[in-house]
């Protein structure tokens, strides 16, 4: 399996912007497609975002289309969720994934293979 470790969460203003990272290791970066997904206390974790192994393919929730921008550096073994016009709602542990699967169920969290620890974004109003 691949480690992850996540960074960049924050207190943030509503409106402002935050840039989380996600770093690998362990196994080869460009064999998995990556996702971000968020969990609020007592919720399940929701899918967010996802990039495919290239770069060259990306999903969104349809909430967070126009405000989020999921990109990865594969010489780096990163991937970067790019945060802009936040908003309370979007207050959550967020967690970036790894999966060998397909990219057609990468919405669903049981796809992935590998978790990081999470990182806390909290947007105060």
């Known amino acids: 399996q691949v480690q992850l470790v996540e960074s960049g969460g924050g207190l943030v203003q509503a409106g402002g912007s935050l840039r989380l990272s996600c770093v690998a290791s362990?196994?080869?970066?460009?064999?998995?497609?990556m996702g971000w997904f968020r969990q609020a206390p007592g919720k399940e974790r929701v899918f967010v975002a996802a990039?495919?192994?290239?770069?060259?393919?990306?999903l969104y929730e349809e909430f967070v289309k126009g405000r989020f921008t999921i990109t990865r550096d594969n010489a780096r073994n990163k991937v970067y969720l790019q945060m802009d016009k936040l908003e309370p709602e979007h207050t959550a542990g967020y967690y970036c994934?790894?999966?060998?699967?397909?990219?057609?169920?990468?919405?669903?969290?049981?796809?992935?293979?590998?978790w990081g620890q999470g990182t806390q974004v909290t947007v105060s109003s």
């Open positions: 362990g196994r080869i970066f460009n064999n998995y497609h």
């Open positions: 994934g790894a999966s060998s699967r397909s990219w057609d169920f990468l919405t669903q969290f049981k796809q992935f293979d590998s």
């Open positions: 990039i495919n192994w290239s770069g060259s393919n990306t």
